[in-house]
């Protein structure tokens, strides 16, 4: 059987976004705006990510000085494969690998201490197309993947856009303290933070994004003071409405119930640090990346 159009569409749309994402990380290589080694800790922290279905060489190219010719002999000596992917790594190529590359790739210094940002705001106002427009241009944020008890939506991406899990599964990492925080949403679905990759990322001093509900900011501002709460708002009540009523993936009953959340959810932004008004999705995604305080890459490549 051939999948239905929509199915495909779907794939298309995510196949093309998660090339987009994989440039974006190769050129803040290219760039200095992120360490090589950030790349491969993130892939080997989660199979899952865009950094995991990087090709070793495409990491290896963006390095600036290293040419073709010179790569096919790093890759030699590292006895890595021209097709391997930094997910697909064994235990001493990695090693092997993360030692070539603290060598050889630019340092990463930082401008300030890493950070924990937590974007959160109503339903609609648009936290997943802002959070996705970061993932795909400031690829030196961490941006935090949530668990959700939820279906998945049309054109996302397991493991990028959330981890899918079962009831069971969910109910499983609470017992186990997997999450940072976890809430029931819209008297629904569950969603969840995972701690562990948030934990690694800051202990690295990458700067983090959660892009959450408001009960989830709660809880991770108890958990860990120091996070930095934005709260994203719409540029007017009706735009809001029109774009939960535009999305068309609720039902008419779902609209209505998100809407009666979503004025609960305004008010409490005065428990928040920042505000940040959501007129465009690139200005409003640069304001909330200028809050984090963002690492830059200083230092020139060594030379071999």
């Known amino acids: 059987m051939n999948p239905p159009d929509v199915d495909r569409v779907a794939a298309s749309r995510a196949a093309v976004a998660a090339r987009r994402a994989r440039a974006s990380v190769k050129r803040a290589v290219t760039e200095r705006r992120l360490s090589a080694v950030a790349v491969l800790e993130t892939a ?39 097709s391997k992917r930094l997910s697909g790594l064994g235990v001493h190529q990695q090693q092997r690998l993360r030692e070539y590359l603290e060598r050889r790739a630019p340092k990463v210094a930082a401008t300030g201490d890493s950070r924990l940002v937590v974007l959160a705001g109503p339903t609609a106002v648009g936290k997943g197309t802002v959070s996705t ?74 700067s983090v994004l959660l892009e959450i509900d408001i009960q989830g900011a709660r809880q991770v501002k108890a958990a860990e003071p120091s996070a930095t709460l934005v709260f994203l708002l719409p540029p007017t009540w009706d735009e809001l409405v029109r774009r939960l009523i535009g999305r068309g993936t609720e039902t008419a009953e779902e609209q209505e119930r998100r809407l009666t959340t979503a004025k609960v959810e305004l008010a ?29 890459a200083t230092d020139l490549p060594s030379k071999e």
């Open 44 to 82: 080997l922290g989660s199979t899952e990510s865009i950094e995991a279905g990087m090709r070793v060489r495409d990491l290896l190219m963006a390095i600036p000085g290293l040419g073709p010719v010179r790569i096919e002999r790093v890759m030699d000596s590292l006895g890595i494969a021209a």
């Open 133 to 206: 427009y970061i993932r795909e241009n400031y690829p030196e944020v961490h941006l935090s993947v949530s668990a959700t008890t939820r279906a998945p939506r049309p054109g996302e991406v397991e493991g990028v856009s959330y981890y899918f899990v079962s009831d069971e599964e969910f109910d499983r990492m609470i017992e186990a303290g997997e999450f940072l925080e976890w809430a029931v949403v819209h008297n629904k679905s569950r969603y969840g933070t995972p701690r562990t990759p948030i934990d690694r990322a800051l202990a690295a001093g990458t």
């Open 268 to 296: 409490a932004q005065d428990e928040f640090d920042f505000r940040v008004v959501n007129r465009d999705v690139q200005a409003a995604a640069a304001e909330v990346v200028e809050l984090m305080q963002i690492q830059k």
